[in-house]
């Protein structure tokens, strides 16, 4: 008896997505953005790059549509948090920033001789020591030219088969839709085509551990390079970018430098997740009102305006990250929001979002007896007042 095959129904056809805009249309929408943006931070102020630690920081809040804008219209946000009233003691002292340089220029120095010698003794592999390096000139005309000069150097490196040091390459990442301009320390290319970031700090490292909040902000920041070294990577055969970066630090209390290597993979699948989730910053200039500027010379009622005009996602761990922290907390806490008590607190009151809501409910004012979150505060109100009164309400 004959054997008839089902009939299969043809799958449908997959989703082109969206095309491609014409070269002529996108260099057209890319400068009226970039017009917009400097609208955005007044026609008298030059843009502020974004640079890895910002990148970092604003990848740990991916929510805040206020950081975002900011940062991509390059506002500096240290002199609008002081023309808001809330300046921040934020950043390096300036002593900090010289010791530091003078450590980098130690460990670079005789053409970075110290430098690669810490590299192949941590990350040599089965590649020879490095006796001749190549270290390529990236001198250009803007970031622009100099990612373009740091894109040809990493390619013509990986082609010669050998050592090499980037000192100080540009590199650059689409973020929220417009280009960062990175920079780090080094960037090492080995002779199997493996390129290593190379990060060098001024904490000490004692015993062979630093201080382990530094180490995780270097890797955070670290992770920011590789991203953007992927990107060239892609465009280059040969070429793979090693995900344990070589840290360079002081040894013990000395100006020796000492090195160690920290794995980034966890830090770069995070951070490039959250950069995704990051809103367009030319979706976010569109949604503002007309004439809205961030320009620090402008009167404090406008500015406090313009800067409530775009919602933030503030919390406590922001006061560590960014300069409008301490103006986003006072607005915070002038509403009662919970987002005041933290990221935890927040998840655990569900929709409670004020602080006077969480009163009224835990005091059974206010709120469904059903909801766990209310019955839950009403048991906790209940045994503070045990606790308070030798524990006659509790009973």
Known sequence: MPRHRPTQTPRPAAHPGPMPLPPQEREERGTTLRQRLAELRGPAVA?????????????????????????????????????????????????????????????????????????????????????????????AAGPEGRAARTALALREATEAGGWALLDHPMLALEVAGSPAYLEPD??????????????????????????????????????????????IAELTEGAKVGHRVLLVCPKDFSNLPAASVVDVRKQRAVTRRQLTRLARVEDIAAALPEGT??????????LDAAVESVGAAYAPECLAACELAFHCRAKARAAGAVEALGRSVRGELGGLTTVGAVLAAAAGKEGDPADPTVAALRRAAALRAGALTGGAACR
Not at 70 to 94: C, E, H, I, N
Not at 211 to 217: E, I, Q, R, S, T
């Open 47 to 139: 843009p502020r790059p974004l640079d890895a630690r910002a990148l970092a920081a604003l990848a740990a809040n991916p929510g805040c549509r206020r950081r975002a804008l900011l940062d991509g219209a390059g506002v500096d946000k240290a002199a609008l948090a002081t023309a808001l009233g809330s300046p921040a003691p934020f950043g390096q002292s300036q002593f900090a920033l010289v010791r530091g340089n003078a450590f980098e220029a130690k460990v670079k120095a005789d053409g970075g001789t110290e430098l690669m010698r810490l590299l192949y003794e941590h990350l040599g592999g089965a590649a020879g020591a490095p006796r001749e390096v190549l270290v390529p000139d990236l001198t």
């Open 293 to 302: 500027t961030f320009d620090p010379e402008c009167p404090r009622e406008q």
């Open 186 to 231: 080094a960037v090492a290319v080995h002779p199997d085509g493996t390129w290593t970031v190379v990060e060098i700090k001024s904490f000490p490292m004692i015993d062979g551990s630093a201080d382990a909040a530094k180490v995780g902000a270097a890797a955070r920041q670290s992770a920011v390079y590789v991203l953007a070294l992927e990107r």
